[in-house]
C-alpha cells in the first residue's frame, strides 16, 4: 500500500495539536491496520490493538473526534501567536461554535 504523507506523529500530553494530528495520521492508515489486524496480527505486539482495530466503531469514533478537535487546535494555535488579543478570543470561540 502506498501512503502520502510523513511519519505518524506521537501523541504529546503537553499539546492539543499532537493529539489532533496522531488521530488524523491513524485515519490517514486505516487501511493498513485494518490490513495488519487482519492478515498480519503476528507483528502486533499488543494483544488488545487487534479487537480494537476490528471493532466496527473505532475509526467513526476518531473522526467524530477529529472533527471536535480539529477547530480546537486551530483556535489554540490562533491564541499563541505574539499578537493575540482578546477580541482574537472572540473570534477563535465563533469559529469554533460555527464548526461544531
Given amino acids: 500500500?502506498?501512503?502520502k504523507g510523513g511519519v505518524i506523529v506521537l501523541y504529546c500530553k503537553t499539546r492539543w495539536t499532537?493529539?489532533?494530528k496522531s488521530i488524523d495520521d491513524v485515519l490517514r492508515v486505516k487501511a493498513v491496520l485494518e490490513n495488519m489486524a487482519a492478515n498480519h496480527s503476528d507483528l502486533l505486539?499488543?494483544?488488545k490493538?487487534?479487537?480494537i482495530i476490528c471493532s466496527w466503531n473505532f475509526f467513526n469514533e476518531l473522526?467524530?473526534?477529529g472533527f471536535v478537535l480539529n477547530p480546537l487546535c486551530?483556535?489554540?494555535l490562533a491564541l499563541e501567536r505574539r499578537e493575540a488579543d482578546l477580541s482574537d478570543c472572540y473570534l477563535e470561540l465563533?469559529?469554533?461554535s460555527l464548526a461544531i
Avoid: G
Wanted: no cysteine; net charge positive; proline share 5%.
Fill in 49 to 51: 490493538i487487534k479487537p
Fill in 63 to 65: 473522526k467524530v473526534l
Fill in 94 to 96: 465563533a469559529r469554533i
Fill in 18 to 20: 499532537t493529539a489532533y
Fill in 1 to 3: 500500500m502506498n501512503i
Fill in 74 to 76: 486551530k483556535a489554540v
Fill in 45 to 47: 505486539t499488543n494483544d
